[in-house]
Every structure is written in C-alpha cells, then in structure tokens.
C-alpha cells in the first residue's frame, strides 16, 4: 500500500458438493479474500493458485466509482487469519519475528482496531475476480 502496510489480495472458490435424488451436483462460489499486515505479507509469500486454504474473517462490503461514473460494490473476505487445509495435504510451520503492529499475534486481536486502507485491492474497471 501506499503507506507501506502490507497486503495481499486474491480470488478464492469455494465448491459444494451434494446429492439431489442420487445425482452429485456441485456448486462453486468466488469471493475476493484480502489479508492486511503480516498475514497478508505470509500469505503472499506461500500461497499459490490451486493451494486449499481454511480462511476465518469477516464479511465488508465496500463502493467505489469508476473513472466514467459508475457505481461499482464488492463483498469482500477480510481475512483476520489463514492457512493451508490439512484435509488433503501437510503443512510445514516456519515462525516468523513478531512484530507489533499486528497485535502481537494474540488471539483475537488480529485485525481488531487497525486502520483499513480504502483504495480498493484492483482497478475499479475490472472484476474482483
């Protein structure tokens, strides 16, 4: 970001699978999952496309105007934290330094008070995903 925070931004499906009368359907949802500080920073750093990722945050909705005046809105996946799914693969842990302008790391507190940066994680004149 601009003021230096770091962030990470990216496309998640979420599939569902079930049957109707016997038939296997599935249905898949894409949502835009945006990770501030150093979740977004680990995240950039080893996540990678096809990676089965468990995402705990919270819903935002937020609006903007593209360049020729149109009203655009998005719900968004604010990450407040995230990891590899250990359903299908294994997963090797790496600490990192803390640092404190995350919240020390301590649960809950991820997220809870820091400023969010507006602009938006793309260009206004694209899809979020």
């Known amino acids: ?9 990216f ?7 079930y049957q109707v009368n016997g038939e296997w359907q599935e249905q898949t949802s894409f949502f835009n999952v945006v990770a ?3 979740l977004g920073e680990n995240a ?3 996540v990678t496309k096809g ?11 937020r609006s903007w105007e593209t360049q020729d005046g149109e009203k655009r809105t ?3 996946v604010i990450a407040d ?3 590899p799914s250990l359903r299908w693969a294994q997963a090797q842990v790496e600490k990192t330094a803390r640092t404190t302008t995350d919240g020390g790391g301590q649960a809950g507190a991820a997220g809870a008070g820091a400023p969010r940066d507006p602009g938006p994680s793309f260009s206004g004149e694209e899809e979020p995903f």
């Not at 496309?11 to 699978?17: H, I, K, L, P």
């Not at 990676?51 to 909705?61: A, D, I, S």
């Open 44 to 46: 950039a750093a080893c």
């Open 74 to 76: 998005v719900v968004e």
């Open 81 to 83: 934290e995230l990891g």
């Open 11 to 17: 496309g998640m499906a979420v599939n569902r699978r």
């Open 51 to 61: 990676t089965r990722l468990v995402v705990f945050g919270r819903l935002e909705q």
């Open 36 to 38: 501030w500080g150093t």
């Open 1 to 9: 970001t601009t003021g230096g925070r770091g962030v990470a931004s």
